[in-house]
């Protein structure tokens, strides 16, 4: 299964717009900028996403585990906290903090925290931040610069 989702970018980094937009068409041109990213202008950013995914993720897993274990979750809610933060050769992101609340009948609190360290490390989202990113790099109008 593959999934896609694409950003547009126009101008220079604080003056400059974005839009992100997503195939199933959740995100249709959902703008993004320097504000909505490092100030609190109108708008989404990267680690919002990666935190909403995170989050969906962490719940889905949390769920399939404790299904594997015999308990059925009445509920899972997920917050995920995504840090930005500036480092010596640039920005980036140095953690993500889960907070669960679950309703779990029939199971209890030890039983529930091993279960949930399991889905922590197992979601396919967490891993994602160890990931091997590849990339394929293609400049336009290279003509114009000759």
Same mark, same amino acid.
């Given at each position: ?11 220079? &980094? ?6 992100? #937009?997503?195939?199933?068409?959740? %995100? @249709? ?5 320097? /504000? $909505? ?46 840090? &930005? ?6 920005? #980036?992101?140095?953690?993500?903090? %889960? @907070? ?5 009948? /029939? $199971? ?39």
């Amino acid at each position: 299964m593959k999934r896609q989702a694409s950003a547009q970018w126009q101008g220079g &980094l604080k003056d400059g717009t974005g839009k992100i #937009s997503s195939e199933s068409g959740v %995100l @249709n041109n959902a703008n993004y900028s320097f /504000g $909505t990213r490092f100030e609190n202008g109108k708008g989404t950013n990267p680690e919002e996403l990666i935190a909403a995914a995170h989050a969906g993720c962490f719940s889905m897993a949390l769920s399939m585990m404790l299904g594997q274990s015999g308990f059925t979750p009445k509920s899972i809610k997920t917050d995920a906290t995504v840090t &930005l933060e500036q480092v010596p050769d640039g920005f #980036s992101v140095t953690a993500v903090h %889960l @907070n669960v609340v679950a309703d779990v009948p /029939g $199971t209890n609190s030890i039983a529930f925290g091993e279960i949930a360290a399991q889905a922590k490390a197992g979601c396919p989202i967490s891993k994602l931040l160890k990931a091997t990113i590849t990339m394929d790099a293609k400049l336009e109008n290279q003509a114009a610069l000759a």
